[in-house]
């Protein structure tokens, strides 16, 4: 399992943070945080095959923050992340 986390934590209020640079992602991948060329290292050092792993979503709130991986290319090459954040943004 490899993971890539990225966490905020809402105020006492319940106000939640922004995430990545405050948008929610879209098929502009310039317009939101993103990561790109992820590589899996194994326990030898050894660079490993990411194409056969599929993009898990875990999200709190789709509303708040967003997680997307480019269709037209491999999970390790490039997906985009990030929200804005607000009022409202539990499960």
């Known amino acids: 399992m490899v993971g890539v986390l990225g966490v905020v934590q809402a105020s006492p209020s319940g106000k939640s943070p922004p995430m990545g640079n405050g948008h929610l992602p ?4 310039k317009e939101s945080a993103r990561i790109e ?36 290319l491999p999970l390790h090459d490039l997906f985009t992340y990030g929200g804005p954040g607000g009022d409202s943004c539990g499960i």
């Open 26 to 29: 879209t098929k502009h991948e």
């Open 37 to 72: 060329n992820v590589e899996i290292i194994d326990s030898q050092f050894k660079a490993i095959g990411s194409r056969k792993y599929k993009l898990e979503k875990l999200l709190d709130s789709n509303k708040c923050y967003g997680l997307r991986a480019r269709e037209d």
